[in-house]
């Protein structure tokens, strides 16, 4: 009898699972101190395949970067039902947003700390990321502020500092939730709008916060 023929895995196949074992590698070790050895080993593949399939170490980790910014912006998006008001739209995203870094953290390290820290390439896809997520989250917020104020045409710079900083806050908060036991995506998600929402719905509603102007004390004339 002649030898068994093994199935032979697709290469788009097992390229993921060297990203899957890549990502977990990094996310867990930091780009510097992981070892494309250990790569190879945990996705049960050889050395020179990793190399021959992904080209560097470098390479690989822009890979994975992508990858998983792609996979992100993703969730986000197919997480908002276009449908729903405005704070809806935006709890669900909110919500989107934490699972997916929740269940993915080896992905969100990769992501939120080690792509930042390790040049300006690395930086540089992460910040294509981010405006991608920052442009979604401007739409989100400037439709619930046109409809309140019955303004069609109502500027987007309004709210794209408004989104700026929420999305800086849902970065914060997920490496926080990330790292401490027991906080669910449901949890982080509350927290951000329980934080955001009442000033984004009062500004919606024309109610601005401003500062109160000071009064004169008893020595300043």
Not at 135 to 145: E, H, P, R, W, Y
Not at 176 to 199: D, E, H, I, S
Request: proline share 5%.
């Amino acid at each position: 009898m002649g030898a068994v023929k093994t199935k032979r895995m697709p290469r788009a196949v097992r390229e993921q699972q060297m990203l899957d074992a890549a990502v977990r590698i990094f996310g867990q070790r930091g780009y510097m101190a992981a070892s494309m050895d250990e790569i190879a080993e945990l996705a049960g593949v050889s050395k020179p395949l990793v190399y021959l399939y992904l080209n560097s170490k470098e390479d690989l980790f822009t890979a994975c970067i992508r990858r998983e910014a792609g996979a992100l912006v993703e969730a986000v998006r197919a997480g908002v039902r276009r449908d729903l008001p405005a704070d809806r739209q935006l709890w669900e995203g909110l919500g989107a947003f934490f699972t997916h870094t929740g269940e993915n953290p080896d992905a969100w390290s990769v992501l939120h700390l080690q792509a930042r820290t390790h040049g300006e390439p690395f930086a540089a896809e992460v910040t294509a990321m981010r405006e991608e997520i920052v442009a979604f989250v401007t739409q989100l917020i400037l439709a619930g502020a046109r409809e309140v104020h019955r303004d069609p045409d109502l500027p987007e710079r309004e709210v794209a500092g408004l989104a700026e900083a929420l999305v800086g806050a849902a970065e914060s908060l997920a490496a926080w939730a990330n790292a401490t036991p027991g906080v669910t995506a449901r949890q982080a998600a509350a927290t951000l709008m329980n934080f955001a929402w009442a000033g984004l719905g009062d500004l919606m509603a024309g109610r601005p916060w401003a500062p109160r102007e000071e009064q004169p004390g008893p020595h300043t004339g």
